[in-house]
């Protein structure tokens, strides 16, 4: 009955590799975002998604592609991964697109890139 | 200088006693969130705020938007409350963006 879910919880991979994480929600949110939290554990925001839409795309490279085939998924897809890219990942989602919501996270998937 | 600055980055507590950890902004918002983020690494939603005070269990929550600061205090401290608190704001403004601050690790002593 978890509510954010991600997988997989740990991911690691050969720099120049393609490589997906996935996130389920089972809240009813409309919202779901991605986030990244870097070895000095300081989040960034990646990308929100409201009901199919992208709404917040923070500047990260093309390289990262969220994927939404329905409102309960939101999957990030990552091209030519780089040694830069290890973090942690987080997904989250709150009820609606204000954005002012409580936001629900994910257990986070820790991407190493070698 | 960050848009989100909290204080202190680190604090040592013994069990029992009251915590207060701040956060402060140069931006205009149009919500504040408070996470806490366990050891192990997993993030919980504490609170979001617009404007006043709230409370859950031992936690409240206080913002004054005047003075653009936020407090995040924990009553009688407790060992399992030791983990990171992070603030974040949403700003207003044409492009509405989330930022964090850095973080306050807190270390209960039993």
């Known amino acids: 009955d978890t509510a954010v879910s991600q997988t997989p919880k740990y991911l690691v991979t050969q720099m120049g590799n393609d490589k997906s994480i996935k996130c389920e929600q089972n809240l009813g949110h409309d919202t779901m975002y991605w986030y990244k939290q870097d070895s000095k554990k300081f989040l960034k925001i990646m990308f929100s998604?409201?009901?199919?839409?992208?709404?917040i795309n923070e500047t990260v490279p093309n390289r990262f592609s969220p994927k939404s085939p329905d409102k309960a998924h939101l999957n990030l897809h990552i091209n030519s991964l780089e040694l830069g890219d290890s973090a942690v990942y987080f997904c989250?989602?709150?009820?609606?697109?204000?954005?002012?919501?409580?936001?629900?996270f994910g257990p986070g998937t820790r991407l190493t890139v070698l | 200088k960050n848009e989100v600055e909290q204080s202190p980055q680190n604090l040592t507590a013994q069990e029992g006693e009251f915590i207060t950890i701040n956060c402060s902004y140069s931006?205009?918002?149009?919500?504040l969130h408070w996470l806490q983020q366990h050891p192990g690494g997993g993030i919980v939603s504490l609170f979001m705020?617009?404007?006043g005070k709230k409370k859950h269990g031992r936690l409240i929550a206080t913002i004054n938007i005047q003075e653009k600061h936020s407090s995040l205090h924990i009553t009688a401290s407790h060992p399992r409350d030791s983990a990171v608190y992070i603030c974040a704001v949403l700003t207003q403004g044409g492009s509405e963006k989330l930022v964090f601050g850095k973080g306050t690790k807190l270390t209960v002593n039993p």
């Open positions: 705020l617009s404007s």
């Open positions: 931006v205009g918002i149009s919500a």
């Open positions: 989250a989602s709150s009820p609606d697109g204000a954005n002012t919501d409580t936001q629900y």
């Open positions: 998604y409201n009901n199919k839409e992208l709404i």
